[in-house]
């Protein structure tokens, strides 16, 4: 048996276990990788919202980045929420420096129950070491200061945000009307390309962007150029999403079946 990849996930943690650092580790292990963590937050949530953050001290970020960076060949790194400028300001250390290979940022700024987890000032100092930026049509709009409602608009957000530091941006559309299709743009040096895909109908909708960008890391650290990437996370997003379709976890938007159960 060969030793598995090893991939760096660093973002808050969520008690109900659908998105953040639970969710990254869940999507690490069913693509096969082997996943490792950096906490930057603590938060009290389940399927009907957030209820507490606690960001952590961002020493002690940095002290987690250095124990895992020490000792482990990380191929691959995804950040989530950050919380405060001052721990963006130690995981962007670490990535100015080169530590942090193949770099994938989920700008995560607000959590789909709405609470806000992050600022803009935070996710920038992040966006020029990014390989691969991730945000939401919201998220897009808040790092823009544009309007992100059309796939239009997703396009010009998602070049807009690569004249910032990223080398590729993808605008995801999930919360974006499009009718039965939803809808990605990727942006980057090969030029604008849109994916599309079936239209999940269901609830459980909690850690679609934390899963994603975590299949996409996954894929990077095992050597995919960026466009495989980015097209293998959304399949699998979307087999994670109709997978619980029919699940009753929790009262409200509950999590995906990252391991395929329901398959």
């Not at 009718?179 to 994916?195: I, K, N, R, W, Y």
């Not at 650290?221 to 009753?248: H, I, M, N, S």
Request: include cysteine; aromatic fraction near 4%; glycine fraction near 12%.
């Amino acid at each position: 048996m060969t030793t598995p990849t090893t991939v760096l996930t660093v973002a808050g943690s969520d008690s109900g276990g659908g998105a953040g650092i639970q969710a990254d580790l869940k999507v690490f292990a069913a693509l096969g990788a082997y996943g490792t963590s950096v906490l930057t937050a603590i938060t009290a949530q389940n399927t009907r919202g957030v209820d507490a953050v606690l960001p952590l001290p961002p020493q002690l970020v940095a002290e987690q980045l250095d124990s895992v960076l020490s000792d482990f060949a990380v191929r691959a790194v995804k950040t989530g929420m950050l919380g405060t400028p001052a721990v963006a300001g130690a995981v962007a250390d670490a990535a100015s420096a080169g530590r942090l290979p193949q770099l994938v940022v989920d700008p995560v700024l607000v959590a789909t129950s709405g609470h806000r987890l992050g600022v803009v000032e935070a996710v920038e100092r992040l966006l020029p070491y990014a390989r691969v930026a991730t945000p939401n049509s919201a998220e897009a709009a808040a790092l823009t200061g544009a309007q992100v409602t059309s796939v239009a608009e997703m396009t010009a957000a998602a070049r807009a945000l690569t004249a910032g530091g990223p080398e590729w941006v993808i605008v995801t559309g999930g919360d974006v009307d499009t009718g039965e299709e939803a809808v990605d743009v990727l942006h980057g040096p090969d030029g604008t390309s849109v994916l599309r895909a079936p239209r999940v109908p269901t609830r459980h909708t909690h850690g679609t962007g934390c899963s994603f960008s975590a299949a996409i890391t996954v894929r990077l650290a095992l050597g995919d150029p960026v466009p495989v990437a980015v097209a293998t996370a959304k399949e699998y997003v979307t087999r994670a999403l109709t997978g619980a379709r029919d699940w009753e976890l929790g009262a409200g938007r509950g999590p995906m079946d990252h391991f395929g159960w329901s398959a």
